[in-house]
């Protein structure tokens, strides 16, 4: 595995990729790297004849300093993990190499940033729209892999990419979770004992939700049982719990069988903010 620290040391391997006809897959990531990162890893080789990953914590997306000091860095642990899945190609930009001034560019992506992650973290996809766009400007690959987990960046990303005409192909890649359902995130890491204890609750719900709309539930009753389900457990403080359109990111009233739709919900669990969705129709 090659280590790339400086863009200008990418444009090389860049062009002999392309030279010799290689497809190139990007994985981007804000590192601390678990299973899930490493299954968008696995998706890339098996169709990509290069890959690249990119570790780089993007600090325009965090509109919360102290999220951003406290976000887990764990660089050597990361780059063991990639060679051992044999990529390619890991990007270790410095905030210079990414920001040479500070963005006078933003982005707003209307109604897909006004609910949900948008409407509770302001300009969190504007520093996501940036970041992805350089990266994809730097790298260029063929296809970039995202994790399902993070639904609203991925309808997000999507936009970006139709909107500016990039080349890239998007995949999606399933959520991983733990044995007890908990999505895989690199803020797990920071769960104390008991909130680590409490955290399958929030795939519990999800699952318990949607059986019930696929049973005839109506989702005012569904949602307002849930919310209330949620106050049981004294760690854990609901920010939403929503039924949206997955690509729109509309929240809908009522349930409708023949229109795709996803559960979407966000907790902290003390300090911690942690996301997660369940498709419901797709
Ligand atoms: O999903 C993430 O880890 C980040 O939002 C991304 C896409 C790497 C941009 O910083």
Redesign the pocket.
Known sequence: MIQIKHRDDWHEKWLNAIKSNKTIGFV???GALHEGHLELIRASKLTCDITVV?I???PT?FNNSEDFGNYPKTLNEDLEKLKQEKVDYVYTPSNDDIYTELPILSFSFGRLESTLEGAFRPGHFN??GI??SK?FNIIRPSKSF??QK?LQ?VAI?RRLVTDLSFDIELIVVPTKRETDGLAMS?RNLRLSPIERESAPLLFKYLTKAKSELLAGKSWFQVQQEIVEDFKEDSLIDLEYFELIHPETFTPYQEFDSNEKSSICLAAYLGKIRLIDNLPIIS
Do not use: A, E, K, Y
């Open positions: 981007p990531t804000m990119s780089f914590v993007n997306q520093g996501v970041v992805v990266l995202f994790g993070d960046q990303i690199s």
